[in-house]
């Protein structure tokens, strides 16, 4: 850490004494965007990491779009849309939308995409989908959905999270083709998917009026990855870059201090967790099966420090995972583990591993976050060791039931409820970890009623079991740090979605 902050100093020291620098972004109307993770797959429907959440945002349109100031829908894609029984959405569709390559967008495309979502077992989310039993044409212009059974928020999903594919181009082109070339409707349209990860954008001239998403103001983005903080501080400080995020505490008050770009710093609805797998799935005797091991998991981590020299600016410690205002949100019901070291000793004593055991630690974030969660564990006997990679590889790794401890984050892709993680993590889907029938019977009996309040209770019941039984530790929200050009105008937004669509130029 020290090594890093001498870098920036001496960065900070040099443009102090050095003429102004012109950022090249704002000369040639082009925003650099730096991401710490590689985006493997831009295609959202195969793509589960926040960093393709952003890009998805821009190169593609949904039926709905999230107002993320009111956490209302707004008319995109679809101009009206009603209900017509317990189990079916109209959508009347906004005409004279086109796709990026001049295709005319219509009901075809919307019914295309939906019914092939739900077929395809690729899909790196199917908890988010397979509520639908059918997407049906009524007209050119007009749709309908139906779910497998009522099912109260298929509106928070169509809003922002299932994009529209052109139907007659990725039939014409194939899949592999369209994932080379993807095309949208969005308000950028990609130029380029470099061998190197770089993503390359240019505003969609013939973008549609009346969109919630505005026209760009800004001309060209480019998306790159650059793991390595200090590799991206140093593109910010010389101008090759115009806007990071997640920096460190540390370097973030140093940056605050440098004439030529400025900082921003807000809460946004994500949060750093650790998924502990009771289920067993990476190995039928794993330790993690005994409840008093987990409970003592828990117990070990210091949580309100981490929050304090990780997050500072607000950053809280959540008993479970969801966030106010969310339906189904209700703090109170969970069990409440304090940071005891002395207590996880001897729960681990009870369980039979008085002397801790070796399990294996993935995280794609901070190094210095996984390092923390494995100091608290050593701590009390628990030897972890970290598998530090990249966010696809760790997503792979928990799909295929690999991770017995992760270190990852949940933003719940902008829904305004809690169903969308309890639908994740806990009805069988290859990212539960769990396994846990009783959660899942909870979960399937709240998600299926259109009473709010046999809803709420039921995802009360099962908040309440995934936290006595320990099986996610909630750590701390996410407070982001932002450090952009001097020169841009960035407004974040709570749902963690990075709208450049409605930067611009100073």
């Known amino acids: 850490m020290r090594i890093k902050n001498l870098i920036v100093g001496a960065a900070l020291a040099a443009l102090v004494t050095t003429p102004t620098l012109v950022l090249a ?129 298929a509106i928070e999903y169509i809003t922002g999270t299932m994009p529209i594919w052109p139907k007659a181009y990725r039939e014409r082109v194939g899949e592999a083709e369209y994932a080379k070339k993807p095309v949208g409707t969005g308000p950028y349209r990609i130029t380029a998917l470099e061998s190197t990860g770089e993503i390359r954008m240019e505003r969609f001239a013939d973008y549609y009026a009346g969109s919630p998403k505005g026209r760009a103001a800004i001309k060209s983005l480019v998306f790159r990855a650059v793991p390595d903080q200090t590799a991206q501080i140093a593109e910010l400080i010389t101008g090759k870059a115009d806007w990071i995020q997640e920096v460190d505490a540390n370097q973030f008050q140093n940056l605050a201090k440098m004439p030529n770009v400025q900082t921003l710093r807000a809460e946004v609805r994500r949060l750093v967790y650790l998924n502990i797998a009771a289920g067993g799935r990476d190995s039928p005797t794993s330790p993690l099966r005994n409840v008093k091991v987990r409970q003592a998991i828990v117990h070990a981590i210091d949580r309100k420090s981490m929050a304090e020299q990780f997050m500072p600016g607000g950053s809280r410690v959540l008993d479970i995972v969801c966030f106010d205002g969310q339906f189904g949100c209700n703090p109170a019901i969970a069990k409440r583990y304090d940071y005891d070291p002395k207590k996880a000793k001897a729960l681990l004593a009870e369980a039979g591993f008085p002397n801790g055991f070796d399990i294996d630690l993935y995280s794609y974030l901070t190094p210095t976050w996984g390092g923390a969660v494995q100091n608290y564990l050593r701590a009390v006997g628990i030897n972890a060791k970290i598998q530090q990679l990249q966010a696809a590889a760790v997503i792979q790794a928990a799909r295929q039931g690999k991770t017995p401890l992760a270190v990852a984050t949940w933003g719940g892709f902008g829904i305004n409820e809690v169903s969308p993680y309890l639908q994740y993590f806990f009805t069988g889907t290859p990212f539960d970890q769990a396994l846990d029938k009783d959660v899942q019977a909870l979960v399937e009996a709240g998600g299926a009623s259109s009473d709010p309040e046999i809803r709420a209770n039921n995802y009360d019941q099962a908040f309440k079991l995934i936290s006595e039984r320990a099986h996610f530790a909630p750590l701390f929200t996410y407070v982001k740090n932002y450090v952009m050009a001097k020169d841009l105008n960035f407004k974040p937004s709570p749902d963690d979605r990075a709208r450049f669509y409605l930067a611009s130029w100073k």
């Open 25 to 153: 972004g704002k000369a040639n109307d082009t925003l650099n965007i730096i991401l710490r993770d590689a985006i493997p797959v831009v295609d959202p429907y195969y793509n589960t990491q926040s960093a393709g959440t952003i890009v998805m945002t821009h190169v593609w349109d949904t039926l709905l779009e999230l107002d993320p100031d009111t956490w209302k829908p707004k008319p995109a894609l679809a101009l009206e849309w009603k209900r017509i029984d317990d189990r079916t959405l109209e959508f009347k569709l906004r005409p004279g939308v086109k796709f990026h390559n001049g295709d005319t967008f219509s009901a075809d495309d919307v019914v295309y995409t939906f019914n092939t979502i739900l077929t395809d077992k690729k899909v790196t989310t199917p908890s988010n989908y397979n509520w639908m039993e059918a997407t049906e044409k009524v007209d050119a212009m007009t749709v309908r959905i139906r779910s497998k059974k009522p099912f109260p928020a």
